[in-house]
């Protein structure tokens, strides 16, 4: 149905910066509102911020100030902005996209953050 491939994790040190990207593909018309996840082994998948079609955002409290998402709604491209980055924001950054239609959500496979000094 719909495909997303992230890309644009690396190794930063603390107060360093990313962008992360994630591209779609498929049946782009299903696509709703778009979001970042992030998880580290042995917890739980947390939301990191979201952006509806109409651009409306949410943003995690743990992450607020430091990071904004967008999205190109031209060729389906959603981005995460990743600043002031701190030692517990490592994690594999997960990708979604929640069907517009159907109570489905498409994942990425994800991209690993490390920030480490």
């Known amino acids: 149905q719909v495909q997303l491939v992230e890309s644009g994790g690396a190794s930063v040190q603390p107060g360093g910066s990313l962008t992360l990207s994630c591209g779609a593909s498929?049946?782009?018309?299903?696509?709703?509102?778009m979001g970042w996840y992030r998880q580290v082994p042995g917890k739980e998948r947390e939301s990191v911020a979201s952006i509806s079609r109409d651009g409306s955002t949410n943003i995690a409290d743990s992450v607020k100030g430091r990071f904004t998402i967008s999205r190109n709604n031209a060729n389906y491209t959603l981005y995460l902005q990743l600043n002031s980055l701190k030692p517990e924001d490592t994690a594999v950054y997960y990708c979604?996209?929640?069907?517009?239609?159907?109570?489905?959500?498409?994942w990425g496979r994800g991209t690993q953050v490390t920030v480490s000094s």
């Open positions: 498929g049946r782009l018309d299903l696509i709703g509102t």
């Open positions: 979604s996209a929640r069907d517009h239609y159907y109570p489905s959500v498409y």
